[in-house]
Nanobody
Framework: QVQLVESGGGLVQAGGSLRLSCTAS????????IGWFRQAPGKEREFVAA????????YYADSVKGRFTISRSNAQNTVWLQMNSLKPEDTAVYYC??????????????????WGQGTQVTVSS
């Protein structure tokens, strides 16, 4: 059974930082692609960042490029999303997702097979 467990969300002031983590189990992580998506109230879920486990290639949405960093730990089967210079518009539920293989459509929800439960990030102005 595949499980993705996210943690690290919370309330932070604009300009602050948070680090989200996503720990995966039950999946062959070495051939996986892990993505972070977010969904704000009344909006569609959108791509934030992704990483190919083998090789560590990363991808970012334009809205977070230069502020967010996605990284992984082989030993811990964990992916982190370091979020700096947070803005109120970053407020959303953040979801971790895993794909069994690599996809050039890393920004699409349909490229992913498994999803975590989500963690709330709130940025106050």
């Amino acid at each position: 059974q595949v499980q993705l467990v996210e943690s690290g969300g919370g309330l932070v002031q604009a300009g602050g930082s948070l680090r989200l983590s996503c720990t995966a189990s039950g999946i062959t992580i070495s051939t996986s692609q892990i993505g972070w998506f977010r969904q704000a109230p009344g909006k569609e879920r959108e791509f934030v960042a992704a990483i190919r486990w083998r090789g560590g290639t990363t991808y970012y949405a334009d809205s977070v490029k230069g502020r967010f960093t996605i990284s992984r730990s082989n030993a811990q089967n964990t992916v982190w999303l370091q979020m700096n210079s947070l803005k109120p518009e970053d407020t959303a539920v953040y979801y971790c997702a895993a794909a069994r293989g690599y996809s050039s459509n890393y920004y699409r929800l349909t490229a992913y097979d498994y999803w975590g439960q989500g963690t709330q990030v709130t940025v106050s102005s």
